[in-house]
Structure formats: structure tokens, C-alpha cells
């Protein structure tokens, strides 16, 4: 495995391959650093002929980034990566280069899109479907056939209601509670969460 990236979600995935024995050749960074990773793990910026049959996770947060990033790799793009103390359901579909971080659940029939990030202790009820590039913050909650499209960042804490869907590349705050469709790209947040204007962040 090699990890691309080596900040503070990188760490965590490094972690979570320790736990799990899976091997780290390294880690990719384009910049100088610091580096929350060992600094002699650096591999140096993206370089396709560096263990070239080696998996690879994309570990950053930005969903942009993340995006962009993946479209550049040549190596293969890993398998799901778990955290050993998440549920996946055994009926739940999860691409390639989704990462699972601790106490995460994701439920029967749900499905997580490529390089998405479901973070720490957030749940995937089950029918729900994650969209590729998205990240779920911590706490988030994703309940039975609620749909969160392709590059959504949901900040931590907040909860889609059943059946309720959030178009691609919206932003929901943390702790809001999304009662009501959202329109792709809509920036969001409040009990209940309200439409925001638009701002320099889109
Ligand atoms: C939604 C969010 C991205 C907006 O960021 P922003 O565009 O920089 O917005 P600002 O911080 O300038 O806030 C603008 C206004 O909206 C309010 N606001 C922002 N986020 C809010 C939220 N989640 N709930 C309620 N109100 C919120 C602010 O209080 C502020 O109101 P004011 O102008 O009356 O003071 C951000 O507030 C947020 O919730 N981020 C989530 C972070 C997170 O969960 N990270 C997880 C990392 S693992």
C-alpha cells in the first residue's frame, strides 16, 4: 500500500494499516512538509514509476484535491480501506479508494461511491448512497435511503433524514439537520438546515 498524502487524515489511515497488517511502502507528498507521517516514509512528490504495482490510497481531506489527484494516478487504486472496529454490512457496496474510519457503520444495501470518506463514527443507514469524492465528518448520520451525491462535504454531526437527498457538491454545516432536498451545489446548515447565499468557499 501506499498512501498519497501524509498529513493528519494520512496518519490515521497509516493506523488503520498497521491494525489491519497491511504493509505501507510509503507515502507521496508534493509538498515539503511537516508531515504528520514518518518523515523517512516520504516517497517524494507523485512519481507512477515508484512501486508501480503498488495500491494507493488518496489520503486528503479536500474533496477537490482528492478528485484531482485521483484522475492523475497511475497506480491501481486500492480496494475499501476499514478501520477493524467499523461495520460494513456484508449487502453494502463500497468502490475502490473509500476509506472507513473508526466506529463507522455502514448499513444493509447501502452504497459508497469511489474515494469517499466516511469518517469516524459516522453512520450509512441501510439504502443509502454515498456519492464518489464525498467526505461524511464524524457523527454524520446518512439514515435509510437518503442519497448525498458525488464531492458533498457533510460536517460533523449533521443528519439527512430518510429518503431526503443532497445534489452534488453541496456543503451542509456541522450539526445541521437536513430535513428538505437540497439542490446540487446548495450551501447549507441550521436546525433545520436553511440555504445559504452564495460564497466564495463555491
Ligand atoms: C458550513 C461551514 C463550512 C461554513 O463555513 P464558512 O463559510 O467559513 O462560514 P462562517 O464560519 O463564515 O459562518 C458564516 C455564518 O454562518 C454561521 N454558521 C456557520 N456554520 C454553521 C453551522 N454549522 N451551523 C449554524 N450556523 C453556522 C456562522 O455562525 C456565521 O454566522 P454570523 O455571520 O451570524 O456570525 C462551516 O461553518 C462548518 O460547519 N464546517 C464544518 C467543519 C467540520 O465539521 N469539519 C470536520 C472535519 S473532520
Known amino acids: 500500500m501506499i ?7 494520512a496518519l490515521g489511515l497509516w493506523e488503520i494499516c498497521q491494525l489491519r497488517g497491511i504493509v505501507v511502502k510509503g507515502f507521496f507528498d508534493d509538498g515539503e512538509g511537516p508531515f504528520a507521517l514518518p518523515k523517512e516514509a516520504h516517497l517524494g512528490a507523485y512519481d507512477p514509476t515508484i512501486y508501480p504495482e503498488e495500491p494507493i490510497i488518496v489520503a486528503i481531506t479536500d474533496n477537490t484535491i482528492r ?3 485521483s484522475l492523475r494516478i497511475k497506480h491501481p487504486i486500492a480496494p ?3 478501520h477493524p472496529h467499523a461495520y460494513v454490512a456484508p449487502s ?6 473509500v476509506v472507513v474510519l473508526a466506529g463507522a457503520v455502514i448499513h444493509s444495501q447501502s ?3 469511489a474515494h469517499a470518506i466516511i469518517n469516524s463514527g459516522a453512520i450509512v443507514e441501510h439504502f443509502a448512497r454515498i456519492g464518489a469524492f464525498t467526505h461524511l465528518s464524524p457523527g454524520v448520520i446518512a439514515a435509510c435511503r437518503s442519497e448525498v451525491g458525488e464531492g458533498c462535504f457533510i460536517g460533523t454531526g449533521a443528519i439527512i433524514v430518510p429518503h431526503v437527498s443532497v445534489g452534488e457538491g453541496c ?7 437536513v430535513l428538505h432536498k437540497l439542490p446540487p451545489f ?3 446548515w441550521g436546525h433545520p438546515a436553511k440555504s445559504q447565499a452564495e460564497s466564495p468557499l463555491l
Open 3 to 9: 498512501l498519497y498524502g501524509g498529513g493528519d487524515h
Open 171 to 177: 456543503i451542509v454545516g456541522a450539526g445541521s439537520l
Open 186 to 188: 446548495t450551501r447549507a
Open 92 to 97: 453494502a457496496t463500497l468502490e475502490n479508494g
Open 111 to 113: 452504497y459508497i461511491g
Open 67 to 69: 478528485r484531482n489527484l
Open 80 to 82: 475499501p480501506l476499514v
